[in-house]
């Protein structure tokens, strides 16, 4: 028979690797390289934030209302309306500012005293028979007109008042 061998000294069992001290190298693993990276996060959301409040900037506006190209004027012209007939009030500010109203004003009374200039033209023009459908190009500075009459009538301070009397005091269109 065999006898099995007995091994007089302890166990052997696998131990723990030795404890050290943590690297530099580690620690910036650990806290630097997230921190930096959250750091590049915050600072593009802060330009994203910058570049979409200066779109919403009245001077934006009005630039985009000046503009000769009636397909920019028209999307500012509706981007406008959507902040102004809000009825939050963080729009309160846009319907406050009389340096604004005022601004849309002018453009009001610049508008107006075009089209009533180029109604007299038409008025000749149709009635020499030479082009009966001149009207149909009115149509264009008459939405202006109503869409800025509009837009000051939401505004709470009345600048506007003198120019919106004096269109609807206007009669003597030939084209009524």
Known sequence: MDVPAVNDGPPSKP????????SGRFI???FFIPGLIIAVVV???LVSVFFVQREHD????LQKLNSDNADVRWRGASDLAQILKRNEPATLRWK???KF???LT?????AFQ???????????QVADKKNPLLWRTLRIERDYINFLAGALGEFHVPVGAPVLCAILKHEDSADL
């Open 15 to 22: 131990g723990l690797p030795p404890v050290q001290p943590p």
């Open 28 to 30: 910036a693993q650990l």
């Open 58 to 61: 009245p001077a934006q506006f």
């Open 96 to 98: 406050t500012d009389a």
């Open 101 to 103: 109203a005022l601004d």
């Open 106 to 110: 002018e453009r009001l009374d610049l």
């Open 43 to 45: 600072v593009l959301y």
């Open 114 to 124: 075009r089209l009533l200039a180029e109604e007299k033209k038409a008025a000749v």
